[in-house]
């Protein structure tokens, strides 16, 4: 069973740091290109990053490149994403998900941006 657990959310002023992780478990992930997807209130699910299984490729939003970084650490199971310089509009409930079907994602962990 595919199981993603998502964890490191909380509440942080604008301009501060998260990092967020996702446990993996139930599939190769050392294989499998996963993903952090979030969905603010009221909206629907946004692509923020990919980090792909082969070769270190990672891609990001538009929204968030220059200040977020998602990396993986294959021999424990773990998607990161480090959040600097967070905004307000960064506010979200933050999912990790399989890169191809985001129905594969974990419960989620909420990050709130605000003073």
């Known amino acids: 069973e595919v199981q993603l657990v998502e964890s490191g959310g909380g509440l942080v002023r604008p301009g501060g740091s998260l990092r967020l992780s996702c446990a993996a478990s139930?599939?190769?992930?050392?294989?499998?290109?996963m993903s952090w997807v979030r969905q603010a209130p009221g909206r629907g699910l946004e692509w923020v990053s990919t980090a792909y299984s082969r070769g270190g490729l990672t891609t990001y939003a538009d929204s968030v490149k220059g200040r977020f970084t998602i990396s993986r650490d294959n021999a424990k199971n773990t998607l990161y994403l480090q959040m600097n310089n967070l905004r307000p509009e960064d506010t979200a409930v933050y999912y990790c998900a399989d890169q191809i079907n985001w129905s594969k994602r974990g419960q989620g962990t909420q990050v709130t941006v605000s003073s």
């Open positions: 139930g599939f190769t992930f050392s294989t499998s290109s």
